[in-house]
């Protein structure tokens, strides 16, 4: 429902990830439904292809009634086929479930992380206004999700 007091979408900007946000709150743009435990795919909590694909729709309706803008950005893990061939099933079961808590952990809670496919991943960035703001936040999640980055290393060196 929109009414006065509710958030004009033009002068939303994109937030800090929670890692590094204050207690400011944040109000969810696009209105969801309630989600069932068949919408999250179990080895990483995330939402899976057929619930991010209707959040996707849901976020393309509520920003084009009001006249809003989000930002979606599709990710691929490098390496993961070599990482099962190497250390087995285990361990790359355990890089999937890191690299989804560095996505997850890199964003603001409005926004939406899913697993999409084997080593395919998902965001959308509610509330962002500006392709530079959107880039800030491409270029802050590839640092995190940096080819060999310590958590990768401690899990492949485990076994």
Known sequence: MV??????????????PDSQRDNRSTRNLTPRRTPSASDYDVQTGLINRKAFFDRLTDAIRYHRSHRGSFALL???????????ERYGNGVAEQVIGKYAEQLRTGVRS???????????????????MEPPKAQGVADRLTKRLAKNPSWRRELCCRS
């Open 110 to 128: 409005t926004d939406t992380v899913a697993r999409i496919g084997d080593d395919q991943f998902a965001v959308i960035l509610e509330g962002i």
């Open 74 to 84: 599709l990710l691929k893990m490098d390496d993961l086929e070599s990482i099962c």
């Open 3 to 16: 009414g006065p007091n509710s958030p004009n979408p033009d002068s939303m900007q994109a937030e800090p």
